[in-house]
């Protein structure tokens, strides 16, 4: 067999000759997607929000606040993210542009706004990629950022590095699973996720995906990253924790039968958050875009539903603001 992926190493599972794997045995059949698109069609789904979307907006939207200087974490809606960490600024996912597509005419357009744009963006330090799906790798979002701050350092899973070659990048690192970057008093660590990566019909799983785990004297933090869940998650805890805070995901999970694979639902991020011992979470990869089956308030009921079934009544699994800002001082 050819080997055409050059970062292959066999004693790695989810290593393949032609590019990258999940462990876990896959559970589609040919046809899926298909089967997927067909019921969603002819159900009319996803329908909107139960108040309309002007109303979702006005409950969970508002502008970013990026006032002051001490440590914060900032959610600006889907899996991006803004973190303040000792005077440095880290993106993690950033898409702000109208569509998640390659394309401005087509494709899953938002719902809610970004809470900011790049222009209203302090200086960015390090950009973190956890894979090339439209809607966490954004060329328009990119372009900007790689104009505007030319010092920029992006950390990315293998085989993304040849993407930035198009855009101003003077620094681009790229990081297998357990893989680590020390800049400065921050070390950023890849960590496993189950998901696949495709960017165009002909390079599908050809580059890695993952989640990143940040060590910072002020914090400890885990961005999952898009994820099925796996008990190699739990180990993401064990090796690099305790966890002060996390970001998990839990939208973008009906139906179950198709969408199990590749996102977890709230109930799956309920007992993932139990099993990393209860850090901070803030709740991501809902409210922009209609991804799935489910309607963009349903995820944050469920969640409530998840904790309550668990028999948590006592928890640090809250949904905030797209826009919302965490200090992390004040715990708040």
Not at 78 to 96: C, E, K, M, Q, T
Not at 175 to 189: C, G, N, Q, R
């Amino acid at each position: 067999m050819k080997i055409t992926n050059r970062y292959y190493d066999a004693n790695k599972a989810h290593h393949t000759p032609q590019g990258f794997i999940n462990p876990e045995p896959t559970l589609h059949q040919p046809g899926d997607l298909r089967r997927w698109q067909d019921e969603r069609k002819k159900l009319g789904l996803p329908k909107p929000p139960q108040e309309g979307y002007e109303q979702f907006n006005q409950r969970w939207w508002q502008a970013a606040d990026l006032g002051g200087n001490q440590d914060s974490v900032w959610w600006l809606g889907h899996a991006s993210l803004l973190l303040r960490l000792g005077g440095r600024y880290v993106l993690i996912d950033p898409v702000l542009s109208p569509r998640a597509s390659p394309v401005n005419f087509y494709g899953p357009k938002r719902k809610t706004p970004p809470p900011l744009t790049v222009q209203q963006l302090p200086a960015v330090d390090v950009v973190l990629i956890s894979h090339n799906h439209y809607d966490h790798l954004d060329r328009c979002t990119i372009r900007e950022l790689t104009k505007r701050f030319r010092e920029i350092t992006f950390v990315v899973p293998l085989g993304l590095k040849r993407w930035f070659s198009h855009y101003p990048a003077k620094r681009v690192v790229e990081l297998d699973w357990w893989e680590s970057l020390v800049l400065d008093d921050m070390t950023l660590h890849a960590t496993p996720a189950r998901h696949w990566s495709m960017r165009t019909p002909w390079d599908r799983n050809r580059s890695l995906w993952c989640g990143w785990v940040i060590h910072h004297p002020a914090l400890r933090f885990y961005f999952s990253g898009d994820s099925g869940y796996s008990e190699k998650l739990v180990d993401i805890g064990t090796r690099l924790g305790p966890l002060d805070m996390a970001a998990l995901p839990i939208g973008a999970y009906a139906p179950r039968w198709f969408m199990q694979e590749q996102h977890m639902d709230p109930q799956q991020s309920v007992m993932l958050y139990q099993q990393l011992n209860s850090p901070q979470v803030i709740p991501i990869h809902w409210g922009v875009f209609e991804l799935a089956d489910e309607s963009l308030d349903e995820p944050p009921q469920q969640l409530g539903e998840a904790l309550k079934t668990a028999g948590i009544e006592q928890h640090r699994f809250h949904p905030v603001k797209i826009g919302a800002r965490i200090d992390l001082d004040t715990n708040s």
